[in-house]
């Protein structure tokens, strides 16, 4: 993000009554808006612009912390160019690490999903959804066994429910 896509967020945020110290050309004020703009230059313009109007809806002074938060909960921090992707990437584990079974579990219900959005977008286009409708059934059927095999942990399966709603049903 620019500086000048940066500004504006920062003056919905000075515009505010508890922001009034950060306005104009003082030191203080300068010093206020150098640093969070390098908090926030690899934050995407848009996000930024959102995450600050919300955080002008509040009754105090954002943190950075708190508007890191924000940002990053929208996904709205681009990627590091001085940092390799291997370096970005963070430790990573193979599938059997992970567990075969939970493994086969979340990518069964990824297909479900996927099957779901394309039934959607048939029905949108009026197409006829019979074969996918078999497709669906088959596809949750086998999601909800492996999610329900033993080697699961109890947390594992709540979690499971709590992102795959449709797995209790």
């Keep these: 993000m620019t500086k000048g896509e940066f500004l504006p967020g920062w ?57 890191k938060q924000a940002v990053a909960e929208q996904g709205g921090f681009a990627p590091d160019p001085s940092r390799s992707i291997e370096e970005q990437k963070g430790p990573c584990i193979t599938k059997e690490e992970f567990g075969l079974v939970l493994y086969g579990a979340i990518s069964k219900c990824s297909e479900v999903e996927q099957v779901q959005r394309m039934i959607a977008t048939d029905v949108h286009r009026g197409k006829d959804t019979a074969h996918l409708a078999e497709e669906y059934k088959r596809l949750k059927g086998e999601a909800k066994e492996l999610a329900a095999a033993e080697s699961i942990s109890a947390t594992d399966a709540a979690q499971l429910a709590r992102e795959y709603p449709w797995l209790l049903t």
């Design 11 to 67: 003056a919905i945020l000075t515009a505010q009554p508890w922001g009034k110290s950060y306005r104009g050309a003082a030191a203080e004020a300068a010093v206020q808006i150098e640093f969070y703009f390098k908090n926030f230059e690899r934050c995407r313009a848009q996000v930024w612009q959102k995450v600050c109007e919300q955080a002008a809806t509040g009754d105090r002074w954002p943190s950075v912390s708190d508007l």
